[in-house]
């Protein structure tokens, strides 16, 4: 029996199995109607208003814009699993388009490739569009688009997911690319990314797990 309470407790722990705190998240914001406006917050840099490791807060005008956000979150203040949580960005402003993304490097995960879960939702007086990254070559801000998306028109919300390009330490990256056509609109949206087995390493583990209990009990037989 203690023998199977501990294969299992190393299965638990593969599955909680820690990302490496080799970088520090970033924030960017593009005012994409004017060119040259842009900011670029480090974790603990000019323009972060919360002094914690792995959150960032911004609180201010980028352009024509008036940006709030609420938190940026990533390791390793979200636990040892690769995640990345773009939450509550909340822009005002009138006919324009404005980008945030937010980005880290150096995670790791005992599978390869991942499978990165995507969750997104908010509400918008224009369009939302978002764009989720990750990248074996561990670049921030790098990748190929693995899932992405519009909303118009009111609230939305989307649950999907992709695999990781194969390699490790990989980065993740979300982006929100804002549309506001008339007047004064106001628009918020969260964004999470987060890697968990894909459904193949999961049936493997399984197997793994009913072999050991068919192997223990054979021999205490």
Do not use: C
Not at 10 to 34: E, H, N, Q, Y
Not at 147 to 156: L, P, Y
């Amino acid at each position: 029996m203690n023998s199977l309470i501990r294969g299992a407790g190393m299965a638990l722990a593969l599955l909680v199995l820690g990302s490496v705190a080799v970088a520090d998240p970033i924030l960017r914001i593009d005012d994409l109607g004017t060119a040259g406006i842009d900011v670029t917050v480090l974790d603990n840099g000019v323009g972060d208003a919360n002094p914690l490791v792995g959150i960032i807060v911004f609180n201010g005008s980028v352009g024509s814009w008036m940006v709030n956000v609420a938190t940026g979150i990533s390791k390793p203040v979200l636990g040892p699993n690769p995640k990345t949580d773009l939450n509550s960005v909340n822009v005002s402003g009138g006919a324009g388009t404005i980008q945030v993304s937010f980005s880290d490097t150096g995670f790791t995960w005992p599978w390869d490739p991942a499978q990165i879960l995507v969750d997104i939702g908010g509400t918008t007086d224009g369009s939302v569009s978002y764009e989720a990254k990750a990248d074996a070559a561990n670049v921030a801000f790098g990748g190929v688009v693995g899932a992405s998306g519009t909303f118009s028109g009111g609230a939305f919300s989307e649950t999907t997911g992709f695999l990781a390009p194969v390699g490790q330490p990989f980065s993740l990256t979300s982006v929100l690319t804002i549309k506001h056509t008339t007047g004064v609109n106001v628009s918020s949206a969260d964004l999470e990314l987060q890697a968990t087995p894909e459904p193949g390493s999961l049936a493997l583990m399984g197997l793994a797990l009913v072999g050991g209990l068919i192997w223990r009990r054979r021999r205490s037989a």
